[in-house]
Each structure stands twice: as C-alpha cells, then as structure tokens.
C-alpha cells in the first residue's frame, strides 16, 4: 500500500511571496488533515477535510492560508504571502474516517521563507 | 495554552535497557491517548495508542500506561534498541476530535 505523497520535499522562498504544497492521501482514506509542525514544537493541525468537505480550519490563518480538496482525494495548501514565520515543516496526513482512527503521515515539506 | 507537555526534550538509554517517556496533560476531557514516532526526515508514524477507559496497553515491546488522576502517561520501550532512536510525540482527542500533539521527546539508545 502506497503512502501519504507530498510535493515538494523542500521549498525556500522570500517573504510576502507565494507558495503551494501538495498532498496525495492514502488510497480510499477519507480524511485528510493538514498539520504545521515549527521547529521544537509539536505538530499542530491547520484544517481536516471529511471527503471534500471542510471538517475543522479553527487554526488555518484565513488572512494568508488557504486550502482545498476538491476531488476528495488530492489536496493543496497555499499561502499567499508567505511571513517568515511559517517557516516550518508542513504535514499531511490521511485516515479512513475521523476520529480515532489511525492517522498516516506523509513526509512533510520542509518550508523556509527569507 | 500548552495543553500536552513532554517536558523531557532529550532521553538516552543503553541498548537493552528500558525507555520511559512521559506526557502530562491539563485537559480532564481528553479521553484518547497515542504515542508517535519520527524518524529524520520522515513523518510520524503511529506507535501505540490507549483510550481513557484502560489504564494500559501493551504492545510487543511497548507499554503505555495511563494515570488519569494524575492527568500522566507514559510509554515504556523494553528492552530498548538502537533502531528506537527517535522523536517521540505524545498526542491526545476529546471524544474523537482533533489531535492535540506534545513538543516531542528525543530519544537515543546507545549501544
């Protein structure tokens, strides 16, 4: 069985530019959750679709962040313009259905912003 | 507002001797519990989990034990190896919400 894909691995940028991350979920999982992990601290969850629904975006920065899923399957996290600091790791992760069920996680995107 | 804290940053341990990590929590509403590894470069992987209703649950050579009155829990490794090395997250939901996730513990088994 395939794993969490995610694209880029890296990405340096200047601030107040604009950057896009994406997510491929494991196949037939139906929720995909986005998480921000900054250095030394613990991921935290950004927003979690059910399908192609908006589940929770309660810590999504609305003002420069936005995100989408709109097949259900695949996803993509933009920010536009970029702060220094969201300089973090970015990562998705999927499960088969919310809650407790195990979540998998992909390699993450590793974001620098200058 | 931290509410799951691993206030340990860093553990080392000899090969073949037992790993205790720990997790306090602030939230009495947290009613399930998992344990995540990180290996560099990679992204968690999932380790072991325990609901609010047991007090442990073991899993090969990994326990994790939960002391709800003391808002504690911890995860042994016996015997330790070197392939253990690694970040532990602890992380903890409220009836099927969210994940809240520990700082991580760094943990290095040395030979």
């Known amino acids: 069985e395939a794993g969490v894909a995610q694209s880029p691995r890296y990405k340096i940028i200047e601030k107040r530019q604009s950057v896009a991350f994406w997510c491929n979920p494991i196949?037939?999982?139906?929720?995909l959750y986005w998480y921000q992990q900054i250095l030394g601290q613990g991921p935290k969850l950004l927003i979690q679709?059910?399908?192609?629904?908006?589940?929770?975006d309660s810590q999504l920065p609305k003002d420069r962040f936005s995100a989408e899923r709109l097949k259900g399957v695949d996803s993509t996290l933009k920010i536009q313009p970029a702060k220094l600091e969201d300089s973090a790791v970015y990562l998705c992760?999927?499960?088969?259905?919310?809650?407790?069920?195990?979540?998998?996680f992909g390699p993450g995107t590793r974001l620098t912003v200058l | 507002d931290q509410q799951v804290k691993q206030n340990s940053p860093s553990l080392s341990v000899q090969e073949g001797r037992i790993s205790i990590l720990n997790c306090d929590y602030t939230?009495?509403?947290?009613?399930?519990f998992l344990w995540y590894k990180k290996y560099p470069a990679e992204g968690p992987t999932f380790l072991i989990s325990?609901?609010?209703?047991?007090d442990k649950n073991e899993d090969g050579r990994f326990t994790v034990f939960l002391n709800k009155s003391a808002k504690h829990l911890s995860l042994h490794i016996v015997p330790s190896q070197p392939g253990d090395s690694a970040v532990y997250f602890c992380?903890?939901?409220?009836?099927?919400?969210?994940?809240?996730f520990g700082t991580g513990t760094r943990l290095q088994v040395f030979p």
């Open positions: 992760a999927s499960s088969h259905g919310q809650g407790n069920n195990e979540q998998f």
């Open positions: 196949s037939g999982h139906a929720t």
């Open positions: 679709f059910q399908n192609n629904g908006v589940v929770d």
């Open positions: 939230n009495s509403m947290f009613d399930y």
């Open positions: 325990i609901s609010s209703i047991k």
């Open positions: 992380a903890a939901s409220v009836e099927a919400d969210k994940l809240i």
